[in-house]
């Protein structure tokens, strides 16, 4: 009996899979979920970690446009 219930979990997870590749838009959540990625660790150098952190982008510039009048 539990050999035919890790038969049938094993089958659904091979049709959700197939569902998947026939149908990529559709289980985009379920895909994300299942391969998510991997992000290294922290690096435990505090002046790496404040470099890494300081990086600002430079602020846009203003555009002179026309007033309505």
């Given amino acids: 009996?539990?050999?035919f219930f890790?038969?049938?979990?094993k089958v659904e997870q091979l049709e959700k899979e197939v569902g998947t590749?026939?149908?990529?838009?559709?289980?985009?959540?379920?895909l994300i979920l299942k391969y998510?990625?991997?992000y290294s660790?922290?690096?435990k150098d505090p002046e790496i970690d404040?470099?890494?952190t300081s990086?600002?982008?430079p602020k846009r510039k203003?555009?002179?446009t026309m007033p309505f009048s």
């Fill in 1 to 3: 009996m539990i050999i």
């Fill in 6 to 9: 890790k038969a049938c979990s």
């Fill in 21 to 30: 590749i026939k149908n990529p838009g559709t289980n985009l959540l379920q």
């Fill in 36 to 38: 998510s990625l991997y």
């Fill in 41 to 43: 660790p922290q690096t």
């Fill in 50 to 52: 404040k470099e890494q």
């Fill in 55 to 57: 990086f600002q982008f």
């Fill in 62 to 64: 203003k555009r002179k």
